[in-house]
């Protein structure tokens, strides 16, 4: 029998993220984390209930006896021990690993290493072939000129072997991206990739041990209940279930988290001091195991990788063609930023809103409420307004903006909504989190403007501007 665990909030805790005056957004960023400890500990209380669905469709299958219920879930307060559930595939692991002993270096560490090698190399040869060139006689360089136009069509020729060859190599190594179908090319193996993520893992170790929270803290204890409840509800997918969900929780103000491809996951109290409510942080622990489960880290070097050895080809050729090295150096910096800006960072933001989309698809089929994942986007949209931070064109960074995140996140959430149906989760109640989101901000725009008015006879009254106080 399939069953869907569902995910709920009591009473009216949900996005009460901007209330009260103006002045209350100096604090913006630092209650979200007493929305997910501040719940009431009463025996009727259940912040994950049951529920039932039918065979078939998207959710997970259940292996436990019809008549076996799995307890309910509760955010408990400071110091309580939680409850394990046998049936998350997840694993807490406290103590700190060294490296393994010598062993073979895994092939993606093999490349990291011989990457600048390769870049040195064709600096070399360009430059070679340059002073070459500029060494021979001019009755020699005619001479070299004719031979090269008599046999053009056998260099041609020679030219587009080499782009058959890479042609080939690209679509020999295309494979097909787990749940969404989506054709990537993958050259290193996926073994081969969690051996270099374990040693990444030892890093981050090294560098946050202690700054570790116990499992007796609550905020541990909110994010192992969320990663195992996502792990739970999507134990049908055998890319989740293949994974040991291993938990850190570090005690850092930055507002991150992320998910190595062997399963470690990391969480910063910063983020949750940031997110409103269980949903919110559901959505991005969902959005980070999302990362993990496509295997994005894997994908994205192996398009490094390739592109790198394509550039070797042009960076000889700037190196050989540019009369003086410091004119080789601008060619390289160009071709190297065109690089980055044409293909590398459109192709992360392109992993960052697959990784939007499964990860709804994974708080969905936890019955989590998925309209509050755009309104997080919108938080902190508003709360970087509020810190004073500039804002960068979308095309300078990795990551999608926050406004064009919670649009794309709007336009998903229908198709999750009915996802969360088929697994029979409970109906939402209240109000939509996005609509209280407009009203408060309407609000706040409203106060705002009312607050300017005696202090303003030149402002023109039908273009108010806002002026949000710094935290």
């Not at 969900?245 to 507002?255: A, L």
């Not at 919110?280 to 994005?296: C, D, K, M, T």
């Not at 003086?324 to 601008?330: E, F, P, T």
């Not at 939509?432 to 403007?449: A, G, T, V, W, Y």
Request: charged fraction near 20%; proline fraction near 7%; include cysteine.
């Amino acid at each position: 029998r399939n069953r869907c665990q569902s995910l709920d909030l009591s009473g009216n805790a949900r996005n009460c993220f901007l209330t009260g005056t103006p002045d209350s957004y100096k604090n913006l960023i630092g209650k979200g984390l007493r929305r997910l400890l501040d719940v009431p500990h009463t025996s009727g209380q259940e912040v994950y209930k049951n529920a039932h669905h039918s065979s078939g469709g998207l959710c997970s299958q259940s292996s436990e006896p019809p008549r076996e219920k799995i307890p309910s879930l509760q955010i408990s307060s400071v110091g309580q021990t939680p409850r394990h559930f046998p049936a998350w595939n997840i694993e807490i692991k406290r103590s700190f690993h060294t490296s393994p002993s010598l062993q073979a270096a895994p092939v993606p560490l093999f490349w990291i290493i011989v990457k600048p090698a390769q870049k040195l190399f064709a600096i070399i040869l360009g430059r070679s072939i340059r002073k070459w060139w500029k060494a021979l006689p001019p009755n020699k360089r005619e001479l070299f000129k004719e031979s090269a136009r008599k046999n053009k069509w056998k260099i041609l020729l020679g030219v587009s072997s080499l782009g058959v060859v890479f042609v080939m190599f690209y679509f020999t190594h295309l494979e097909e991206t787990p749940i969404t179908g989506r054709a990537r090319l993958l050259v290193f193996g996926k073994e081969h990739f969690r051996e270099l993520s374990q040693m990444e893992y030892d890093m981050w170790m090294e560098q946050f041990k202690n700054q570790m929270l116990p499992e007796t803290d609550a905020r541990y204890q909110v994010v192992e209940r969320v990663v195992g409840h996502l792990s739970e509800s999507n134990k049908d997918i055998p890319q989740v279930a293949a994974l040991k969900w291993v938990i850190h929780v570090v005690d850092e103000p930055g507002v991150n988290a992320f998910v190595l491809p062997n399963g470690q996951v990391f969480v910063f109290t910063g983020l949750l001091e940031a997110v409103s409510d269980v949903h919110q942080l559901s959505f991005i622990l969902g959005h980070e195991i999302a990362h993990a489960v496509l295997e994005h880290a894997a994908e994205k070097a192996s398009l490094v990788h390739f592109l790198d050895f394509l550039s070797l080809i042009f960076l000889t050729m700037i190196w050989a063609i540019c009369p003086r090295d410091s004119l080789a150096v601008v060619g390289q910096w160009i071709q190297s930023k065109l690089q980055e800006f044409m293909f590398d960072r459109p192709y992360s933001r392109t992993l960052e809103a697959e990784a939007d989309k499964v990860g709804l698809q994974f708080a969905a089929k936890a019955c989590v409420d998925v309209r509050a994942s755009s309104v997080f986007w919108q938080q902190m949209e508003l709360a970087e307004t509020i810190q004073g931070q500039p804002k960068l064109p979308e095309w300078l960074s990795t990551h999608p903006s926050h406004e064009n995140r919670a649009e794309h996140l709007d336009r998903l959430i229908p198709e999750a909504l009915k996802i969360r149906e088929s697994c029979n989760c409970p109906s939402l109640s209240g109000p939509d989190p996005r609509l209280i989101f407009r009203l408060n901000m309407q609000h706040l725009l409203e106060s705002s403007k009312g607050r300017e008015a005696p202090n303003s006879t030149k402002q023109d009254p039908s273009k108010p501007k806002l002026d949000f106080p710094h935290t």
